[in-house]
């Protein structure tokens, strides 16, 4: 099973950048899926999840209302559209999956997760 995500890059604080998670190998819609980030310094946080059905989303307060998670689970392909960018929003962000039964909410936690991408950086310039 593997993770590839993209659309990463550098923009100006107010702007938009939308990330893509592409999954092979695997029947994606068998998996929850979730980004986290991680800035220089500091631990790696969630920032949003994605049930299998793409019926339940979560998120992390610091993104509510300027993030959306979604899915495609005809593409294999989970996104991550983020308006509204701040400088603390700088971090190589990472998509992570774990199969689950069809009744099982994904978790906020990074360890409850068994499948990650590779990351992407996103620079948020002032």
């Known amino acids: 099973v593997q993770l590839q995500a993209s659309g990463g890059g550098l923009v100006q604080a107010g702007g938009s950048l939308t990330l893509s998670c592409a999954a092979s190998g695997v029947t994606f819609s068998r998996y929850a899926m979730g980004w986290f980030r991680q800035a220089p310094g500091k631990e790696r946080e969630f920032v949003a999840a994605i049930s299998r059905s793409g019926s339940s989303t979560y998120y992390a307060d610091s993104v509510k209302g300027r993030f959306t998670i979604s899915r495609d689970n005809d593409r294999k392909t989970v996104y991550l559209r983020m308006n509204s960018l701040k400088p603390e929003d700088t971090a190589v962000y990472y998509c992570?999956?774990?199969?689950?039964?069809?009744?099982?909410?994904?978790?906020?936690?990074?360890?409850?997760?068994?499948?990650w991408g590779q990351g992407t950086l996103v620079t948020v310039s002032s």
């Open positions: 992570a999956g774990k199969q689950t039964i069809l009744t099982v909410e994904p978790d906020t936690e990074d360890t409850w997760y068994n499948t």
